[in-house]
């Protein structure tokens, strides 16, 4: 897998998100400001609303421009065969036979970053799974939680 690629990818996506909420947070401002929306009576709270939609749309584009640019900053260095897992790194675990691709990274766990056929699930290290694997090296055993129970999943490769 090509971690340049999946860091674009994961950059692209974030981007669009951003021009998205964006536009919204635009769209609520303008709304909550229109001649139309003016309150009616002490109930009509239209525009209060439109206000208070727009500021919580504008924080989360704010923190998507965050994302983007530590994401941008990003250091993706190689990781070698004995390297501990870091921000940057992309990780392979195997379990019962199958294998999942991770991508620690400084923002948007959960996002899926493609590079053509293949593709990581971005993980961070706060959460669960990424503060098991930070410090890990390959060969190490991790403990993922499914619905079923635990899971072990064992580290295969870092780069």
Same mark, same amino acid.
């Given at each position: ?64 421009? &965050? $994302? ?5 900053? *990003?250091?993706? @260095?190689?990781? !070698?065969?004995?390297?501990? #897992? /870091? ?37 961070? &290290? $706060? ?5 098991? *694997?930070?410090? @890990?090296?390959? !060969?190490?055993?991790?403990? #993922? /939680? ?14």
């Amino acid at each position: 897998m090509d971690k340049v690629a999946l860091t674009r990818s994961i950059i692209s996506q974030l981007e669009a998100e951003l021009a998205l909420q964006t536009g919204a947070a635009l769209d609520s401002r303008e709304e909550a400001t229109d001649e139309e929306s003016r309150a009616e009576d002490k109930y009509d709270m239209r525009s209060q609303s439109a206000a208070y939609l727009a500021a919580g749309q504008a924080r989360l584009a704010s923190e998507i421009a &965050g $994302a983007i640019a530590a994401w941008k900053t *990003l250091t993706l @260095r190689v990781f !070698g065969p004995g390297d501990e #897992i /870091a921000a940057g790194a992309l990780v392979m675990l195997e379990s019962k036979g199958g294998l999942a691709a991770f991508l620690v990274g400084p923002h948007s766990g959960g996002l899926e970053a493609r590079d053509g056929n293949s593709a990581a699930t971005v993980v961070t &290290g $706060a959460s669960p799974l990424g503060r098991q *694997l930070v410090g @890990r090296r390959v !060969g190490d055993v991790v403990q #993922i /939680a499914d619905r079923l129970g635990p899971v072990l999943q064992r580290v295969v490769s870092v780069e």
